[in-house]
């Protein structure tokens, strides 16, 4: 399977404990991001990376979660002191990034790939 | 950012073309539309996008408004397997790096 894979797919936690969430893309991806969804709800971005630098986080990633991409491959994203309002599927994807000159729709558009998530309950 | 209007609900019978439609009256100029699905408990899985002119794949086709203020992915005989929830993203490459979902639609096939 070369698609974007996660670990583990479901996490159930205690109130106030730490978890960490393992991404990896796919293989000559450089590009890597999270998401949040809750349920009803489409996913919500939290933070991207180009190679191992994280360029840009969204505001709903409070000083509890840090993402890290340590050498441009695979990613960890981290809650610490985890709440119940925490809950939610975490999804990670991953693109070629752009590539100008080339033709396709895909490497131009940096087409985002998803991985099945990782569910995590807080109780 | 430019927004997208989606129906939250659709039914369609097997094996009948599906016309899912997208609302987006302020896209810009630069803006790709994009569309996924999303099946039960998986991730968002990439369906097709187009800038301009109609496009087909082996999974869809979008059909893209002259004025490009609206778009239509056509399912051409839906089966139950394509029963998910279908969301019409815009997003210009060349100056965000996310995309921004809405709530999509979720279609219901009956056999």
């Known amino acids: 399977d070369t698609g974007v894979s996660q670990d583990p797919r479901h996490k159930i936690t205690k109130r106030g404990q730490n978890v960490t969430f393992r991404c990896d893309p796919i293989s000559e991806h450089n590009r890597l991001y999270w998401y949040r969804q809750t349920l009803g709800q489409g996913p919500e971005f939290l933070t991207y990376f180009q190679n191992e630098a994280q360029l840009e986080k969204s505001r709903l990633l409070s000083d509890r979660f840090s993402a890290e991409r340590p050498k441009g491959s695979f990613s960890t994203l981290e809650i610490q002191r985890t709440e119940q309002g925490d809950s939610a599927m975490y999804l990670c994807?991953?693109?070629?990034?752009?590539?100008?000159?080339?033709?396709?729709?895909?490497?131009?558009?940096?087409?985002?790939?998803f991985g099945p998530g990782t569910r995590l309950t807080v109780l | 950012d430019a927004k997208t209007t989606q129906p939250n609900s659709m039914e369609s019978n097997e094996e009948e073309p599906v016309h899912l439609p997208c609302n987006h009256s302020t896209i810009s100029g630069t803006d790709y539309i994009h569309w996924y699905r999303q099946l039960p408990s998986q991730g968002p899985e990439y369906v097709i996008h187009?800038?301009?002119s109609n496009v087909n794949n082996r999974m869809a086709s979008l059909a893209i408004a002259e004025d490009r203020k609206s778009s239509t992915l056509i399912l051409h005989r839906a089966t139950l397997r394509d029963a998910a929830v279908y969301y019409c993203?815009?997003?210009?490459?060349?100056?965000?790096?996310?995309?921004?979902f809405g709530t999509g639609t979720r279609l219901k096939v009956l056999a």
């Open positions: 994807a991953s693109s070629l990034g752009l590539r100008p000159g080339l033709a396709g729709g895909g490497t131009r558009t940096d087409t985002q790939y």
């Open positions: 187009g800038l301009t």
């Open positions: 993203i815009l997003r210009d490459p060349g100056r965000t790096y996310k995309y921004i």
